[in-house]
């Protein structure tokens, strides 16, 4: 059998080869690496199949498609992504002026206290900012980042994850002004904002 | 169906997770979300090589499952039902960009495509040294038709039967565009492979 003739019926062989086939393999080279490749391929492959995982938007995406439908009928929304929330909405919006304070309070502090935080934030060139992080956003990962490092970059997908969540939900109740589920949307996403917001504080102060 | 397995973080197996999702419970949705996501998104993601494509295609591949969940029945896996879904989700669209999902049935090879048969010793090998990475991109580089029979067959286990019915093809047009797949993603590999060799 020639490499010709091998190599022209090789796609039907499927792993299976006859014995005037498997002589050719024992006996060329150049078959027997051609096959060997291919399987190789074929193995590695396989390891391919769920390795990639998708953002946490498109769970958020389809639960609002999902409740827009009707299709989920329980009685309260679950919080999506992040743990639920520890306290009423009612008091989101004095919350979130406390948590800007403090920020500033610590921006301020930081000019006088830590040579080396000093230097991190202020001698290094200001970024452009982050893609899908305000620049608020952008400033606290910096006060982070200068405590632990190693959660920048978490907390910088947070912030995206939660801001992209914030996005859809305004888009729901835009064309849905009057539906309650999509309200409640809203409200959960702005309180997974401020839980961010807390737990990144809770690491720049540390 | 196969037997009902535990759930990442809680503990809904999965065929409870099906039941009450049946009854419209969000946390049975998200549940049985999170166990699949992985093999739907890369399943997308390698058809599309384009994340905002395949996140697009991953949504309506669960959300088609989720509208249509109240008929499942048991008869074959719920993996299987999802994935053929999502499959059928990424196929649909690929056809309705006008790409060619296989290739026209060729019984000869065109100029371009035959590769050198003539013996040889070839100066690269692979074999035992494939880099994963190397081969996601080389998969990306693939024509978008042998790219899809590729991840059916090589990644996500489709039979020739199965994938003949699914794109609309023979079973012998099938085997013979995996071929030309796999002989396509082994020159591109090995070029890859002596580039990295060259540099200095």
């Known amino acids: 059998m020639s490499c010709e003739e091998f190599q022209r019926i090789l796609p039907e062989l499927e792993d299976t080869y006859s014995l005037e086939q498997e002589q050719h393999l024992k ?13 190789a391929i074929a193995r590695e492959a396989l390891l391919l199949a769920d390795i990639e995982e998708p953002s946490p938007r498109v769970w958020n995406r389809i639960e609002i498609a999902l409740r827009q439908e009707g299709l989920i009928r329980s009685a309260q929304p679950a ?52 893609e899908g992080v305000s620049a608020e956003q952008a400033e606290l990962l910096k006060v982070v980042a200068a405590q632990t490092p190693s959660l920048r970059a978490s907390y910088e997908s947070e912030f995206r994850a939660v801001n992209a969540y914030i996005r859809d939900a305004e888009l729901a109740v835009r064309r849905n002004p009057n539906d309650q589920i999509s309200q409640q949307y809203l409200t959960n996403a702005y309180e997974q904002r401020a839980m961010v917001y807390e737990m990144a504080m809770d690491h720049g102060l540390q | ?37 992985r093999r739907v998104y890369s ?16 949504q309506e591949a669960f959300l088609q499952l989720f509208r249509k969940i109240a008929t499942f029945r048991g008869e074959s896996a719920f993996s299987t039902w999802l994935h053929r879904m999502a499959v059928n989700v990424v196929l649909m669209q690929l056809r309705k960009k006008g790409l060619a999902v296989v290739p026209l049935e060729e019984t000869f090879e065109s100029e371009e495509e035959t590769s050198k048969k003539e013996p040889g ?3 690269v090998r692979l074999t035992g040294s494939i880099d994963r990475l190397q081969l996601k991109r080389a998969i990306d580089d693939l024509p978008q038709g042998y790219r899809t029979i590729f991840l059916l067959h090589d990644v996500e286990g489709y039979e020739h039967n199965e994938i003949a019915t699914l794109v609309g093809c023979s079973i012998g047009n ?18 890859s492979k002596a580039e990295k060799a060259a540099k200095p």
């Open chain 2, 174 to 191: 099938s085997k013979s565009q995996l071929h030309k797949a796999r002989m396509k993603l082994r020159e591109l590999l090995k070029t």
């Open chain 2, 121 to 123: 010793a070839d100066d």
């Open chain 1, 27 to 39: 006996t060329c080279s150049h078959c027997s690496a051609l096959v060997a490749d291919l399987n």
């Open chain 1, 79 to 130: 919080a999506p992504t992040l743990r639920k929330a520890r306290w009423n909405p009612i008091w989101l919006v004095p919350v979130a002026a406390i948590f800007l304070v403090i920020f500033g309070l610590l921006l301020y502090q930081r000019g006088g206290v830590e040579p080396q935080t000093a230097h991190v934030l202020h001698s290094t060139p200001l970024p452009s900012l982050p």
């Open chain 2, 43 to 58: 399943l997308c993601l390698r058809m599309t090589a384009n994340t905002a494509a395949a996140e697009d295609l991953t």
């Open chain 2, 1 to 37: 169906m196969t037997g009902a397995r535990k759930l990442q973080g809680d503990k809904l197996s999965e065929a409870e997770a099906i039941e009450r999702a049946k009854q419209g419970d969000a946390e049975a949705f998200e549940a049985l979300y999170h166990l699949h996501k």
